[in-house]
């Protein structure tokens, strides 16, 4: 069963200025050290930061809070899995209202979308909960 929908649209040009303007002190309070270290090797740094971005805006969409009640940018984090999907992993307060949200006896999967056209990224997320 579908537990949440949600999906962003990001300007590129939008945080590839916030990274010039506030350089570390931008990327250090929205990304996690993972999603750094995998936007800053791409020639294309703020494409792959805008994209990480609207995941993590459609993921809080998903969860039903938003950017609200202790769920913070860096508690959901963009990670690719062995195949390279991507997906999202979840700590504090976003995986707290995760837990919360799942009924009892099933497991959640998080589902991502992201692309980008230049100068727009977009994000989709769609979190299902599995029986156990």
Avoid at 12 to 24: L, N, P, Q
Avoid at 44 to 51: I, M, N
Wanted: glycine share 10%; proline share 5%; with cysteine.
């Amino acid at each position: 069963m579908i537990l949440g929908i949600g999906s962003d649209l990001c300007d590129i040009r939008r945080i590839e200025k916030s990274i010039e303007r506030f350089g570390d002190r931008f990327t250090h309070r929205i990304y996690t050290e993972g999603e750094r270290a995998r936007s800053d090797r791409r020639a294309a740094r703020a494409p792959s930061y805008a994209r990480r971005f609207a995941a993590k805006e459609a993921c809080a969409k998903a969860l039903g809070t938003g950017l609200s009640h202790g769920i913070f940018w860096r508690d959901m984090e963009v990670v690719n899995l062995p195949g390279g999907r991507p997906t999202m992993r979840l700590t504090g307060g976003a995986l707290k209202r995760l837990q919360a949200m799942t009924p009892e006896g099933h497991r959640a999967v998080v589902h991502v979308s992201l692309t980008d056209d230049p100068p727009m990224a977009q994000a989709f997320v769609i979190i299902e909960a599995l029986p156990a």
